[in-house]
T-cell receptor, first 109, second 118 residues
C-alpha cells in the first residue's frame, strides 16, 4: 500500500519557537491533509491541500502541497502550550485515509 | 449537538471473547470508517462503508467484522480471530464522494474507544 514518511518523529521545543514538519511519499497524491490529535481523542483536521504548489494558512499554521505532489510540509509559528499533541499527515480519498506515523510535539515553557 | 459518538470510552475484555464497538453519527453522512491506532503509529483503516448495506475491507480487516444496517450506525466487532486486539479504535464519517476513486470529503472523527484485551 501507499506509505507516508513523516519527520521528525518527535520535537522538543521552547514556547514561542517556530515548528516545521514534513511528509513524503513514493506515490503522487491528489490531496494532502494535516491532522492534530490530542491525547485520548480523535484527530481533528487542520488543513486540507488539493493542488500542487498550494500554500494554505489556518491562523499560525501554514501548509504546502509540494510541486511534485509527493510531499507536503506543515509550519507552526510562535508555538504555544496548546499546540502540544501529535500531528499527522494523511492522504485523502473516498476509500479512507492513509496516515503517516505522526510527529509528537512537546513544548517546554 | 451534531457529531459522532463512540461508546464506551474504555473497554476491557478477556482473550477469546468477541466484542462490539459502537459508533453513531447524527451528521447525516453517508460514509463511515473504522481505524485502529497503536502506540507510536498512525491510524490504519479497518473497514469503510459508503452507503447503507454496503461496506469494504480496508488495509487491516482480518479479525474484524462490521455491519451497516442504518445510516447513523456502523458497529465494529473485534473477533477472537484478531491476534492483537488491544488498541485505540476510532470511527469517522464523511459525506459521500461523487468520484469514489480520488475525491476526498472531510472525515470527522469520534472520540475513540480504547480496547484492552486481558
Amino acid at each position: 500500500g501507499q506509505q507516508l514518511n513523516q519527520s521528525p518523529q518527535s520535537m522538543f521545543i521552547q514556547e514561542g519557537e517556530d515548528v516545521s514538519m514534513n511528509c513524503t511519499s513514493s506515490s503522487i497524491f491528489n490531496t494532502w491533509l494535516w491532522y492534530k490529535q490530542d491525547p485520548g481523542e480523535g484527530p481533528v483536521l487542520l488543513i486540507a491541500l488539493y493542488k500542487a504548489g498550494e500554500l494554505t494558512s489556518n491562523g499560525r499554521l501554514t501548509a504546502q502541497f509540494g510541486i511534485t505532489r509527493k510531499d507536503s510540509f506543515l509550519n507552526i509559528s510562535a508555538s504555544i502550550p496548546s499546540d502540544v499533541g501529535i500531528y499527522f499527515c494523511a492522504r485523502g480519498g473516498a476509500d479512507g485515509l492513509t496516515f503517516g506515523k505522526g510527529t509528537h510535539l512537546i513544548i517546554q515553557p | 449537538d451534531g457529531g459522532i459518538t463512540q461508546s464506551p470510552k474504555y473497554l476491557f475484555r478477556k482473550e477469546g471473547q468477541n466484542v462490539t464497538l459502537s459508533c453513531e453519527q447524527n451528521l447525516n453522512h453517508d460514509a463511515m470508517y473504522w481505524y485502529r491506532q497503536d502506540p507510536g503509529q498512525g491510524l490504519r483503516l479497518i473497514y469503510y462503508s459508503q452507503i447503507v448495506n454496503d461496506f469494504q475491507k480496508g488495509d487491516i480487516a482480518e479479525g474484524y467484522s462490521v455491519s451497516r444496517e442504518k445510516k447513523e450506525s456502523f458497529p465494529l466487532t473485534v473477533t477472537s480471530a484478531q491476534k492483537n486486539p488491544t488498541a485505540f479504535y476510532l470511527c469517522a464519517s464523511s459525506t459521500r464522494s461523487r468520484n469514489a476513486r480520488s475525491s476526498y470529503n472531510e472525515q470527522f472523527f469520534g472520540p475513540g474507544t480504547r480496547l484492552t484485551v486481558l
